[in-house]
């Protein structure tokens, strides 16, 4: 029995997700009510390739690695851009409802923690251009974090620009870190 889930578990090894909050395996089972709409990505099962007697050059499978790794970590950049669209509109709902406390405050902060996120990400992407317009942004939300009872026109309208861009990508079916690139 035991043997018969450790081989089942070999020879067909988990899709991998990446979301704002985690990467990993994909731990929801076909037919959970919580299923995730979330891209799976097939990573490398070097295990399954030994047991199947395939050859792998460390060339081939640094290769493979690294694909692994890009993919996931562009998957997780895509998931950044929506909960930053997701925050910027409770945000955004907050001010227009005048709601404004000290959970507009922690709403900005976590807006700025997803943007350092997505620096780090893009930075192991190697793309600098992308990781320096979401540190200007994180810079401009903390600013407005600091200020968050009566933030600067322009703060305000960096919020409402970054809500709108990612609402945009979405509604376009394009990947949200492809948007803020251009």
Do not use: W
């Not at 405050?105 to 996120?117: K, P």
């Amino acid at each position: 029995m035991l043997l018969d889930r450790v081989t089942y578990f070999t020879m067909h090894r988990l899709p991998f997700i990446a979301t704002s909050d985690y990467l990993g395996p994909e731990r929801r089972r076909a037919g959970d009510p919580r299923a995730s709409k979330i891209k799976h990505l097939d990573v490398i099962n070097t295990l399954k390739a030994k047991i199947e007697g395939s050859r792998l050059s460390m060339a081939d499978l640094d290769r493979a690695v690294r694909g692994n790794l890009n993919d996931m970590m562009a998957a997780r950049l895509d998931a950044n851009g929506l909960k930053l669209g997701s925050v910027c509109g409770l945000i955004l709902r907050a001010y227009e409802e005048k709601r404004v406390d000290k959970s507009v405050e922690a709403l900005l902060r976590t807006l700025v923690d997803v943007l350092e996120d997505a620096i780090r990400t893009a930075q192991a992407l190697g793309d600098p251009d992308l990781a320096q317009v979401c540190a200007k942004l994180a810079h401009q939300v903390n600013a407005m974090a600091e200020n968050y009872e009566k933030p600067t026109s322009d703060q305000f309208g960096t919020i409402q620009k970054l809500g709108t861009v990612f609402e945009l990508a979405k509604a376009a079916k394009i990947s949200p870190s492809a948007v803020a690139r251009e």
